[in-house]
């Protein structure tokens, strides 16, 4: 199986999408490719290739719907109060049509559907997840979880812990951007959904026309 973390910015900002492609092995995750600044049809092609060969999981860092209405979704509200409860930043979950998260939105269903629609594509899972949230369950220090946006240290420190959650072949330059970590911690979060040998630490199972995605970390 393929495993797929993407780390999606607005529409207007490839050059933050961040695609993590790994094939498992076994009790590991082998790092095909990283990319960044990833374009919608580089992704599209990306999975394309990638179901070629078999079955693929996606993770996706970015809202996959919105609540009629506006304001939170019930799992936001849920997934906001799981990282608050395991000392993390709750803030950091944040309303899907409020103003700074509303063209990630937009690319994120725009993506989701597109990916739906395409014949070629149709071995394929798709779940909304939180990097944050799925490194810093995990991690035994979670100030590193907590300051890995910022910090190259925290980065640093990140990288050379995800070997021992089976995520291998990584590069010494995924460290130098969140972005490409939070692509890797997708894909972790994914793998733990997807096979039943993982633990996956939380997952909200209740999709609906609306919310078509499950959202795991």
Same mark, same amino acid.
């Given at each position: 199986?393929? &495993? =797929?973390?993407?780390?999606?910015?607005?529409?207007?900002? /490839?050059?933050?999408?961040?695609? #993590?492609?790994?094939?498992?092995?076994? +009790?590991?995750?082998?790092?095909?490719?990283?990319?960044? %600044?990833?374009?919608? +049809?580089?992704?599209?092609?990306?999975?394309?290739?990638?179901?070629?060969?078999?079955?693929?999981?996606?993770? =996706?860092?970015?809202?996959? @719907?919105?609540?009629?209405? %506006?304001?939170?979704?019930?799992?936001?509200?849920?997934?906001?109060?799981?990282?608050?409860?395991?000392?993390?930043? %709750? @803030?950091?979950?944040?309303?899907?049509?409020?103003?700074?998260?509303?063209?990630?939105?937009?690319? $994120? &269903?725009?993506?989701?559907?597109? &990916?739906?629609?395409?014949?070629?594509?149709? /071995?394929?899972?798709?779940?909304?997840?939180?990097? $944050?949230?799925?490194? %810093?369950?995990?991690?035994?220090?979670?100030? /590193?979880?907590?300051?890995?946006?910022?910090?190259?240290?925290?980065?640093? #420190?990140?990288?050379? *812990?995800?070997?021992?959650?089976?995520?291998?072949?990584?590069?010494?330059?995924?460290?130098?951007?969140? /972005?490409?970590?939070?692509?890797?911690?997708? #894909?972790?979060?994914? *793998?733990?959904? &997807?096979?039943?040998?993982? +633990?996956?630490?939380?997952? *909200?199972?209740?999709?609906?026309? +609306?919310?078509?995605? #499950?959202?795991?970390?």
């Amino acid at each position: 199986m393929k &495993i =797929i973390g993407i780390d999606l910015s607005g529409p207007g900002n /490839h050059k933050d999408t961040a695609v #993590a492609v790994f094939s498992q092995k076994g +009790e590991r995750l082998l790092l095909d490719d990283l990319m960044l %600044g990833a374009s919608d +049809e580089d992704i599209i092609t990306t999975l394309v290739a990638a179901q070629q060969y078999e079955d693929i999981a996606v993770a =996706i860092d970015a809202p996959l @719907s919105y609540q009629d209405g %506006g304001g939170d979704r019930p799992q936001d509200k849920q997934l906001r109060k799981l990282m608050k409860d395991n000392g993390l930043n %709750g @803030s950091s979950v944040m309303p899907p049509t409020l103003t700074r998260m509303a063209y990630l939105t937009l690319r $994120g &269903i725009s993506l989701t559907r597109r &990916i739906m629609m395409t014949e070629a594509l149709n /071995h394929l899972q798709v779940a909304e997840v939180h990097p $944050g949230a799925a490194i %810093g369950t995990r991690l035994e220090d979670k100030k /590193h979880a907590l300051l890995y946006k910022k910090e190259l240290d925290s980065r640093i #420190a990140i990288a050379e *812990w995800f070997p021992s959650q089976g995520i291998e072949g990584l590069p010494i330059s995924v460290s130098q951007t969140s /972005h490409t970590i939070d692509a890797c911690a997708a #894909a972790l979060a994914a *793998w733990c959904w &997807i096979d039943p040998n993982k +633990e996956v630490k939380w997952v *909200w199972k209740k999709t609906s026309e +609306e919310n078509p995605f #499950a959202l795991c970390f």
